[in-house]
């Protein structure tokens, strides 16, 4: 059971040459299928492809904007576009291709990091390629289940970082590693600066450098939403970056009373 064997056996019972994921919370815009098939008819070689989410999202809510904002500006600032990882959110494969690489892992029971170890196993061979005007807006849901999400990806995705020792290009690249980790040493610093006030130059320094990851999502919010929305988005950021070194620090202990049992 799961959406990873779900999935595998969509894929097993389709008849056409090229797979087309999506999710059920999400709204492709209408020419996203058109746009996805021209790629595959251009390029005989095309291994894969994904699109990212609109700016705006499917339920025009407080937080959905936040959300809908932070994955659009992760995804719109890359320079990279080829060897991106695969997301079953928006994204295509060819059949004999997602056959040769052998379709998701099913020990995934859940919506996990199933689709980015895939995307990982595809990447050792061929290429995944993303185009940016392939967009579908999101429903988002509340703040307190991102929240749980960001844990729980954050803490099985280090397990496969372990594996392959690297970064993406997108997203869980290294400066939003050092974006993280700053959250973290901000905090720490702004706590010593009660008892040794010199501190807070230190604790400045890793604020700005938190920020600094985050400027075309705040940009946006201040575009979009106003001057409230984007101290809005600082703060909801912070949060949820000590809630990804949460899930990492996770399995970072899981992974050491494993190996000393």
Known sequence: SGPAKARNVGAEKAKGDILFFTDSDVLLNDDALEKTAAHFKKNPYLASIVGIYSIAPANDEFFAWFASLQKYSNWIKTKKLTKT????????????????????????????????????????????????????????????????????????????????????????????????????????????????????FIAILFLLLFLKEHLLLYKLALMKKGFFFLIYSAVISYVLSLTILAGVLKSVFSLFAYNKS
Do not use: C
């Open 85 to 200: 990882p695969f997301r079953t959110e928006i994204g295509a494969v060819r059949k004999s291709i997602f056959e040769e690489v052998g379709g998701f892992n099913t020990k995934y029971k859940k919506a996990d990091t199933e689709d980015y170890e895939f995307g990982y196993r595809m990447l050792k061979k061929y290429e995944v390629i993303l185009d940016k005007t392939i967009q579908g807006k999101h429903h988002f849901p509340e703040f307190k289940t991102i929240a749980r999400n960001y844990f729980k990806r954050s803490s099985m995705w280090f397990k496969l970082f372990l594996k392959r020792k690297k970064f993406d290009d997108v997203t869980t690249t290294p400066s939003m590693g050092l974006s993280v980790i700053s959250s973290f040493l901000f905090l720490i610093s702004a706590l010593a600066s009660f008892f040794y006030p010199k501190s807070i």
